[in-house]
Structure formats: C-alpha cells, structure tokens
C-alpha cells in the first residue's frame, strides 16, 4: 500500500497562493489515482480535487474550480495542490489521499481511497 506525506501548509492572507505537496512512497504510485480532501473544524471532511493517473484526467469540487489546480509528477511520487485567490472558507486541514479507482465518477467519495497522510493545515486569514 502505497504511503503518503504531506507539506507546503501555512497561514496566508485571503487572496494569496499556497502549494501543497504530497510524497508518496511503497508503492507503483502512477497507478493509484490522487485525490485532495480537506476537512475544516467541526465540518465533515470533503472533496477538492483529484487527478487520473495522467494530468489529462482532473476533476474539482465547484468550490474551488478555477482557483485550484491538482497535477502530479509520477517520475517523482508527487502530487501537487495549487491553491490560488485563497478565502477564508478554504481553511482546513487537507489531506492527500490515493487509491485505485476504475470509474472517475467515484473519484469524490473518500471512502473510494485506501491510503491517506497525515494531512497539513492552511489557514486563510482575512
């Protein structure tokens, strides 16, 4: 089973850009499909974004289309959140997530992933 760690999290302004990073190792990676969640204080956890095993296949929730982009690196076990024009309501902890998926309309549900990290806070301050 492939395993996951997280990085890039922080405090930023409202309107600003973060870049979470996700590692993944013990695994063949560029077959597992990628997945962000986030889950903010006393909030169920929820979709953000996922990507297929190629960056042809991405997928967003509504709530941050066109202000994020997923994308991964297979030569390097990564994959990328890009996270633009930051809100308030974006903050959360956010987690990587992988799993090996056949049908990308099952893409959004959590329980669709076998492996998770550890999961990386960004705040978004107004």
């Known amino acids: 089973q492939v395993q996951l760690v997280e990085s890039g999290g922080g405090l930023v302004q409202a309107g600003g850009s973060l870049r979470l990073s996700c590692a993944a190792s013990r695994g063949a990676f560029s077959t597992y499909v990628a997945g962000w969640f986030r889950q903010a204080p006393g909030k169920e956890r929820e979709y953000v974004a996922a990507c297929g095993w190629s960056n042809s296949s991405t997928y967003y929730a509504d709530s941050v289309k066109g202000r994020f982009n997923i994308s991964r690196d297979n030569a390097a076990n990564r994959v990328y959140l890009q996270m633009n024009t930051l809100k308030p309501e974006d903050t959360a902890v956010y987690y990587c997530?992988?799993?090996?998926?056949?049908?990308?309309?099952?893409?959004?549900?959590?329980?669709?992933?076998?492996?998770w990290g550890q999961g990386t806070q960004v705040t978004v301050s107004s």
């Open positions: 997530a992988a799993g090996q998926i056949y049908y990308s309309g099952n893409y959004y549900r959590d329980r669709s992933y076998g492996a």
